[in-house]
């Protein structure tokens, strides 16, 4: 089978650009001192109805170090956040996880009456310090997120009548701040989360029937926009989707128990979301390292698709969204074989055409480098192409980033051909990133025996030529390496006991530093790299991982 990708655009990016700039005009309005009094005063009658709660599983040991003041998120801890909301050394992304509140299920966890003092003092404090509008605390991804988490967990964490009516009370002002705003700047998995608070707050208070329509509508258009026909979401990054499914689960359980109708379209987009997720994942259960992901739990990715009930079996091409997976025995090989995501959805892409990770078994040998998930720092570099098991020309990443996030230029085309025989599975790839800045297309060939046992490869820099290029192996950490005594390979030593041998031709073999966020945090590791110095129109690299046989 063959396909080729093209990058996106047009009037859906067109737009997005003209909602962000009319949020960012109406921002003037929420800042004014007088924008409160725009927004509902009062509880309501009564308290939120229940939702059926949130059921992912949280984290008694991370709840117990936020009850004794240690917040930790997303790879980043502060002991005693001063102040408390708004701590100078806090990353963005953190202060989004703070005042999203999902991590009320990790203090529920704790399943003690300590644990939801924590939780009920800290919502205490929200309502009575943040009533006024700020950029990010009321962003409406993160708005969206808390009303999700408040009115998910309010019943759990045994409220009393009078933190019940300040929730109510604060919930509404809330709602109606992100009625008004929604879709607003945000696009794909975020405007999710977005709409899942508003249609939270539409269910469970009093007089939310207005916002419940509002927020159905747009579920059913950002589904229609977002979900490829092979079940893949928009945004390519396997974080997101797992996000999206995670979200998509909750509306379906908190709808059924308000006795509200489930969606068609809700219902298949779990469907389809659901064995997309398995082409995503290793063998140890984790996710692969593709655009802004890390590997996430295997318990967690487990409980997801236990609730989702999705039981298609898992694909082996994705070829709208731009994954394949090779599997033989237990070595599965997931490759990149997409363009990246149109204009809007592009925040999460990286410069990673044609890169795979390889795992055998629960060990992962060859990765990509993954995204830090709060420092932009971290996350700028590791965005490039040499973050990326693949070809990297003249030093060069095959797309033209950003630093705010999204794609200048990238790979507009990106081909492959899938053939099986006999269990054996190979794939003929090509992207012309390279193309524009120096007249190069990248051709890459990758094939998978059926016993699992051996990945063959050849890298091509086709065009011009004359720039040095190097084939990038990222390893895992916890891969032993070291270079063949001929230095034309290496030999490998995975944490399971296996042993394997990496060998090429056309270019000269070193070892070099590495680094690996795969569970966000920085790990050093290795990298095998396989140069040509001035390749000519057409030179080959070709390159084999095979396993050693026990003698």
Same mark, same amino acid.
């Given at each position: ?303 997801? !698709?236990?609730? *989702?009930?999705?039981? #298609?079996?898992?694909?082996? =091409?994705? &070829? @709208?969204? $731009?994954?394949?997976?090779?599997? %033989? ?116 060939? !990758?094939?998978? *025996?059926?016993?699992? #046992?051996?990945?063959?490869? =050849?890298? &091509? @820099?086709? $065009?011009?030529?004359?720039?040095? %290029? ?82």
């Amino acid at each position: 089978m063959a396909a080729t990708m093209a990058s996106g655009g047009g009037q859906g990016s067109t737009g997005q650009r003209l909602r962000a700039r009319g949020y960012r005009l109406r921002c003037a309005l929420y800042r004014s001192p007088l924008y409160r009094f725009l927004l509902p005063s009062g509880g309501g009658a009564g308290a939120p109805a229940a939702l059926g709660g949130d059921t992912w599983p949280g984290d008694a040991v991370q709840g117990s170090a936020i009850a004794q003041g240690t917040l930790t998120f997303v790879g980043q801890s502060i002991l005693n956040p001063a102040p408390l909301w708004s701590p100078p050394a806090a990353h963005e992304a953190w202060l989004a996880a703070l005042h999203g509140f999902g991590w009320l299920r990790d203090l529920k966890a704790m399943d003690s009456e300590a644990g939801r003092a924590v939780a009920r003092g800290l919502i205490e404090r929200w309502i009575a310090d943040n009533a006024r509008w700020h950029p990010l605390t009321w962003r409406p991804d993160v708005l969206g997120r808390r009303l999700a988490a408040w009115l998910g967990h309010c019943h759990a964490i045994g409220a009393d009548e009078v933190l019940t009516a300040a929730l109510v009370s604060s919930a509404r002002r809330q709602a109606a701040h992100l009625s008004r705003t929604l879709p607003g700047p945000l696009a794909g998995g975020r405007l999710v989360a977005g709409i899942k608070g508003l249609i939270y707050a539409g269910l469970a208070l009093p007089g939310g029937e207005a916002w419940l329509r509002r927020g159905l509508q747009l579920l059913e258009r950002e589904l229609a926009a977002q979900l490829l026909p092979d079940g893949g979401q928009i945004e390519r990054s396997p974080a997101v989707h797992l996000g999206l499914l995670c979200d998509l689960v909750d509306l379906r359980t908190a709808l059924t128990a308000a006795s509200q109708p489930v969606p068609e379209a809700l219902t298949v987009a779990i469907a389809g979301l659901s064995p997309m997720l398995r082409l995503y994942r290793h063998g140890d259960g984790g996710l692969a390292l593709f655009n802004d992901s890390g590997e996430d739990e295997a318990w967690r990715i487990d409980a997801v !698709l236990v609730r *989702a009930d999705a039981r #298609d079996p898992t694909p082996t =091409e994705a &070829s @709208a969204t $731009g994954f394949h997976r090779l599997a %033989a025995r237990r070595t599965v090989v997931i490759v990149d074989a997409g363009a990246p995501p149109p204009p809007g959805y592009d925040s999460h892409a990286h410069a990673g055409t044609l890169a795979f990770e390889m795992s055998v078994g629960q060990d992962r040998l060859i990765v990509n480098c993954g995204a830090h998930p709060s420092d932009p720092d971290w996350r700028t570099v590791q965005r490039h192409t040499a973050a990326h098991s693949t070809l990297v020309l003249a030093d060069t990443s095959s797309a033209v980033l950003r630093a705010e996030g999204g794609v200048a230029r990238g790979p507009r085309q990106v081909t492959w051909q899938r053939h099986e025989a006999e269990a054996n599975a190979w794939l003929e790839l090509s992207h012309d990133g390279y193309r524009k800045p120096f007249g190069v297309v990248h051709r890459r060939r !990758l094939y998978l *025996a059926a016993s699992g #046992d051996e990945l063959r490869g =050849e890298d &091509s @820099a086709m $065009g011009r030529g004359d720039n040095r %290029a190097d084939v990038r192996f990222h390893l895992h950490p916890d891969v032993q390496v070291s270079l063949t005594q001929n230095r034309q390979g290496a030999i490998l030593r995975l944490p399971g006991g296996s042993g394997w041998r990496m060998r090429a031709i056309g270019g000269r073999v070193a070892v070099e530093d590495s680094i690996y966020l795969g569970r966000g945090q920085v790990r050093r590791g290795y990298q095998i790299v396989v140069t040509l110095d001035r390749p000519e129109d057409g030179d080959t690299v070709k390159w084999v991982f095979a396993r050693e046989k026990r003698g």
